[in-house]
């Protein structure tokens, strides 16, 4: 009975390490769109680093993991809610809420779309990763990115659920940066700005 207790108890805090990390540290989260192609091809996953944000602030070009429906509710509550996700995931339920985009303006930015190209503050944006053309949707532009706030969209850019239907995203509401694609193995690579 003791052997079955310790046994217990290694997977219970094997769990609980686990699920520590994957809350606050990394998640290797899969592609479920096709909104950042060519980047990034549906069925591929990245390692997403989470606390990065945590030590700078996002920059022009990477690639984030945001949650387009909720900002952090708090440490607690946000562990809570990746053990329910894991399990829901483990169960065949993955969430929708969580996107990946590219940051494309910053705080105190003037951001224009006019015959399918971007521009920050008056100068045009080299995008070679940019699939599809850009189109304004239904803003109007240029808009000023508030403090604490991003623009961002998807790299194919005619089928991406980005800032131009979300509108600007939190700081609070990005989960971490994606820096490598690590699956399929034979496209590892770094992701790049």
Do not use: C
């Not at 990115?145 to 850019?157: A, I, S």
């Amino acid at each position: 009975m003791k052997k079955i207790f310790e046994f217990l108890g290694t997977v219970v805090i094997a769990f609980a390490i686990a699920m520590f990390l994957k809350s606050t540290v990394f998640a290797i989260p899969e592609i479920r769109m096709n909104s950042m192609e060519n980047t990034l091809i549906q069925g591929e996953r990245v390692l997403e680093i989470k606390f990065i944000y945590d030590l700078t602030a996002p920059k022009r070009g990477e690639v984030i993991i945001l949650d387009k429906d909720n900002a952090s509710k708090g440490f607690f509550l946000d562990y809570a809610d990746e053990i329910k996700e894991t399990i829901d995931v483990i169960r065949g339920k993955a969430g929708r809420n969580h996107l990946i985009k590219r940051i494309i303006g910053l705080p105190g930015d003037e951001i224009k779309i006019e015959e399918g190209q971007v521009y920050i503050n008056d100068e045009l944006l080299e995008e070679a990763y940019v699939k599809g053309e850009t189109y304004a949707d239904a803003l109007e532009f240029p808009l000023i990115v508030p403090e604490g706030k991003v623009f961002v969209m998807g790299d194919n850019r005619e089928v991406s659920l980005d800032s131009r239907q979300l509108g600007f995203i939190d700081y609070k509401q990005i989960e971490g940066k994606a820096v490598a694609r690590i699956w399929p193995l034979d496209k590892l690579k770094i992701i790049k700005k």
